[in-house]
């Protein structure tokens, strides 16, 4: 069954937000909004795809800031919350290697 476009929206304004907050190296901040982020339609599987691929994305950028802490939640939340049955062969590779740069440091 297809997303509503309200769910879309919320989805898409939460991850810009969160891109935002990552870019000015607020990631304690973005936190939050990818708690509730990753909590929008936990059942759709193209949505566990993109939430992995930006956890992927911020995971690395905030080990690269020396946000190990930042990270290290990311990680845990992404464990927690997105199902690794929606996630595809890139999808795990990606958070395989954000976590392997994050635990090399």
Partial sequence: MPLDAGTVHRFTMLERAVRSLA?????EDSLKLLEEMFGIAPEDAGLSKLKARLAADLIKKAA???KIAA????VELVDAKVPASHLG???KEMLAKAKTDLYSL
Wanted: aromatic share 6%; net charge positive; no cysteine.
């Fill in 23 to 27: 870019k000015q190296g607020r990631f």
């Fill in 89 to 91: 062969a890139p999808e």
């Fill in 71 to 74: 990270a290290t939640s990311i």
């Fill in 64 to 66: 690269q800031a020396q």
